[in-house]
């Protein structure tokens, strides 16, 4: 696995990081709350690092074919083969 420290980070709400893995907002909440995915509060609102929500996705098999079939995935066929 490459290890490489990313410097520009994209931030994402709640709601945009559960459409772009395929999953329900509650999914990404649990995530959050169990401090699996990195994120910072702004005005009350959460927002989650792109990078570390790809990696939660790929995690465990359900969340990575969600991630694959439903999420972002759908749109990128080498990813589905």
């Known amino acids: 696995m490459l290890s490489k420290e990313v410097t520009n980070i994209i931030w994402l709400t709640v709601s945009e990081t559960a459409k ?25 609102r959460y927002f989650v690092d ?13 969340l990575k074919n969600k991630f694959y079939f439903s999420g972002l995935g759908q749109y990128i066929k080498e990813w589905r083969e």
Request: charged residues 20%.
């Open 20 to 44: 772009i893995g395929g999953v329900q907002n509650k999914t990404i909440r649990r995530a959050i709350q169990q401090k699996i995915i990195k994120y910072k509060i702004i005005n009350s």
């Open 50 to 62: 792109l990078s570390s929500a790809i990696v939660y996705l790929h995690s465990k098999t359900k």
